[in-house]
């Protein structure tokens, strides 16, 4: 492996063989009659990443050799995180994209429809002593009645991803309010009850 000059060896007369012990994750799946030298390495770690130099001794032509790379891609670990939406004319957080731990570092992105507009987002990467990323992606508005019940995503893409992954969420303002029959002046906020606000308009 990266580090150790020779950690492996075939041929015809002693066959497969490990300099430094065996290593149960390497299996052989050339062929050594047609000089196919193809190592199989499963369970692969970040540790595994580097470049590989596999040396043909033959006679009479002598040494060649020839070199690998072996990149290590890890995927991302992802998350979504909505947060509860109060009626206001502030802008708020609204919900938390994120992709963790992922190398090469993942692309996150907004699908947000008609409320493109109304939205904002930022994104922050940070990089890890590993040699992953985590990158979190934040979506912004301003919690009003209009953007109830509107669906957005987070799309996060990778190379390490087989295909793009979608965190969907609806959005859901709600409003505080006092029940006419408890207002008496001794409730305080954590008294006030939250009230779905739906843009669906009502049948009269």
């Not at 590989?52 to 020839?66: R, V």
């Not at 994209?97 to 008609?114: D, E, F, N, V």
């Amino acid at each position: 492996m990266p580090g150790n000059p020779f950690f492996f060896t075939i041929s015809e007369g002693n066959g497969q063989s490990f300099v430094d012990g065996p290593d149960p994750r390497i299996t052989f799946i050339g062929h050594f009659a047609e000089r196919d030298g193809t190592l199989q390495i499963s369970n692969v770690s970040l540790n595994d990443e580097g470049s590989y130099t596999c040396i043909f001794y033959l006679f009479p032509s002598g040494t060649s050799s020839t070199e690998i790379p072996l990149p290590v891609e890890v995927p991302p670990a992802t998350s979504l995180n909505s947060t509860l939406l109060v009626l206001g004319n502030e802008e708020v957080l609204l919900a938390t994209c994120t992709a963790a731990a992922s190398r090469p570092a993942a692309q996150l992105r907004w699908i947000t429809g008609a409320l493109q507009k109304n939205l904002r987002e930022t994104t922050s990467v940070t990089e890890h002593d590993n040699g992953t990323t985590t990158t979190v992606s934040s979506l912004f508005g301003v919690p009003r009645r209009e953007i109830s019940g509107h669906e957005v995503q987070c799309v996060v893409s990778s190379s390490a991803l087989a295909e793009e992954h979608r965190e969907a969420f609806t959005l859901q303002v709600f409003c505080r309010y006092f029940p006419s029959s408890l207002v008496d002046g001794s409730l305080s906020d954590a008294d006030l009850i939250n009230l779905h606000i739906s843009t669906t308009p009502q049948q009269t």
